[in-house]
């Protein structure tokens, strides 16, 4: 499963993440399925944290010699 993480985007990390806090927010849903989904949100979000922070490290910025050197 941990590889399977490691190819999500943002994007689908971003999506599960408001599937998640929908669930949260229903009438329905009991203490210990919020619990459950709390765990899952917070492990999401530092999925997203780690993923954001992978890429600005990949981010370029070029000096003034036209050179890119890493951020």
Not at 50 to 65: A, C, F, H, S
């Amino acid at each position: 499963m941990a590889e399977r993480e490691k190819r999500e985007g943002l994007e689908e990390l971003f999506e599960k993440l408001e599937t998640v806090m929908l669930a949260l927010e229903a009438e329905d849903v009991t203490l210990e399925e919020s619990f459950r989904l709390y765990n899952e949100g917070m492990h999401l979000l530092k999925k997203c944290n780690e993923t954001m922070d992978e890429v600005e490290k990949k981010v370029l910025i070029l000096d003034e010699d036209g050179e890119a050197h890493e951020f």
